[in-house]
């Protein structure tokens, strides 16, 4: 079997790191966006849309914070990749602000 591969990015702010780390899966892309250690946040799961619509639907799973950004990237992921996304998201600031950060460094993990 294989080795799983995964992807790493990272973008960094006033010192603050913020990673996302990819594994891409046959069927499916896993994403953590995280800052500091490597950490399972709020956990979400999208579908591709089917056809030309590229939306699809979501749900979070686990967690209480960062509901609508983690739905969101998401989306966004399994629209990008046309896969099932399953997402994690575990940070301190706030939800706006982890929105725009983490819409960044997905972009560069599908450019990767």
Not at 21 to 35: P, S
Not at 51 to 65: C, D, M, P, Q, T
Not at 66 to 89: D, H, N, P, Q, T
Not at 94 to 105: C, D, F, H, N, T
């Amino acid at each position: 079997m294989p080795a799983l591969e995964s992807v790493d990015v990272k973008f960094e702010r006033n010192h603050v790191s913020f990673h996302a780390n990819l594994l891409r899966l046959e069927n499916a892309v896993v994403i953590l966006f995280y800052e500091g250690p490597k950490k399972l946040g709020t956990v979400a799961l999208a579908m591709p849309g089917i056809g030309e619509e590229k939306a699809g639907r979501s749900s979070v799973l686990v967690g209480g914070k960062y509901l609508m950004a983690s739905r969101a990237l998401a989306e966004r992921a399994a629209g990008a990749f046309g896969k099932m996304a399953v997402l994690s998201i575990n940070t301190a600031i706030e939800e706006g602000e982890a929105l725009r950060i983490y819409a960044k460094l997905l972009e560069d993990l599908r450019k990767s």
